[in-house]
């Protein structure tokens, strides 16, 4: 079992539609977990950090977590062609020093 | 203020030979971490410093070292270079281990090595 896992797509949304993007991750002391978006090319850019069970809302931006389920999604609104990325899951290890990141998940928003 | 930067952009070396790569973190960050990332591939956990000592490591050979400096500026070092090196080398750097928040991490631009 992959530490990080996401789906690696690619997840294929028309403009202005929702995009859900999922990861599970596997150790259960994790407490810090993140969303990265990564154009073709270019270093990761960080989008979101949650830290507690729930929802957080940053714009368009939703990140959920569920920590009984090791459960991580990032919902999108109102999808734009300029969100097409891979989306990166990153968890960190109960220690804090050591971040895993998933394979990530490719979007494509249709304009 | 100013962002994270790694220098070379890109660098060409032969199988064997040895490679230093550069990175300047954020102002006021002091916690710097190496990753290694394959095409296709999520960011690979290479290791953290802080304050100048090595904080953890990721399933890397020791042929892959660094160093961080008193401005909190890093270097990677990586000897005998196999073909499997080739790949973009991301460093990031985050504010430290007073708080979760301090775990945000914000990457530089990478250095793309290809090994022939």
């Known amino acids: 079992q992959k530490e990080v896992e996401q789906n690696s797509g690619p997840l294929s949304v028309p403009e202005g539609a929702i995009a859900s993007l999922n990861c599970t991750y596997s150790?259960?002391?994790?407490?810090?977990f993140f969303w990265y978006r990564q154009y073709s090319g270019k270093s990761p850019e960080l989008i979101m950090s949650?830290?507690?069970?729930g929802d957080k809302e940053d714009g368009r931006f939703t990140a959920q977590l569920n920590k009984a389920s090791q459960y991580v999604s990032l919902l999108i609104r109102d999808s734009q062609p300029s969100d097409s990325a891979t989306y990166l899951c990153?968890?960190?290890?109960?220690?804090?020093?050591?971040?895993?990141f998933g394979a990530g998940t490719r979007l494509f928003v249709k304009a | 203020e100013t962002g994270v930067t790694q220098s070379p952009t890109h660098l060409i070396k032969t199988r064997g030979q040895q490679v230093t790569l550069r990175c300047s973190s954020q102002?006021?960050?002091?916690?710097v971490s190496w990753y290694q990332q394959a095409l296709g591939q999520g960011p690979q956990f290479i290791f953290q410093?802080?304050?100048?000592?090595?904080?953890g490591r990721g399933n890397f050979p020791p042929r892959f070292s660094g160093l961080q400096f008193p401005n909190y500026s890093s270097e990677l070092n990586v000897n005998a270079l196999e073909l499997d090196d080739s790949a973009l080398y991301l460093c990031?750097?985050?504010?430290?281990?007073?708080?979760?928040?301090?775990?945000?991490?914000?990457f530089g631009p990478g250095t793309r090595l290809t090994v022939t």
């Open positions: 990031a750097s985050s504010l430290g281990q007073v708080e979760q928040r301090t775990y945000e991490q914000y």
């Open positions: 150790d259960r002391g994790s407490q810090s």
């Open positions: 949650i830290y507690s069970n």
């Open positions: 990153a968890v960190n290890n109960p220690g804090g020093f050591k971040t895993i």
């Open positions: 102002s006021g960050h002091n916690t």
């Open positions: 410093y802080y304050r100048e000592e090595e904080n």
